[in-house]
């Protein structure tokens, strides 16, 4: 029991609660959640680009077509 007063007082009420992860009380998000935002952020900018790339596809080709 000696070294359970030493950790008490070197622990904050944060820490003690799961704090000291991004500052926020509680922990935050988990590195797996985290892991999941990062994945779904990546693919809507990946499907953004398509989207983009078929828009100038069918410009290209309808300038095509008119041009001929």
């Known amino acids: ?3 359970v007063g030493g950790t008490r007082r070197k622990l904050g009420r944060d820490a003690l609660r799961g ?3 991004g500052g926020r009380t509680g922990g935050g998000l988990s590195p ?3 892991k999941r935002e990062l ?3 990546l693919q809507e ?3 953004d680009r398509r989207e983009q ?3 100038q596809d069918r410009r290209g080709t309808d300038a095509a077509g008119e041009a001929s």
């Open 53 to 55: 790339q078929e828009q």
């Open 39 to 41: 994945l779904r952020k």
């Open 1 to 3: 029991m000696l070294g």
């Open 32 to 34: 797996q959640a985290q």
């Open 45 to 47: 900018r990946q499907q």
């Open 19 to 21: 704090g000291d992860r």
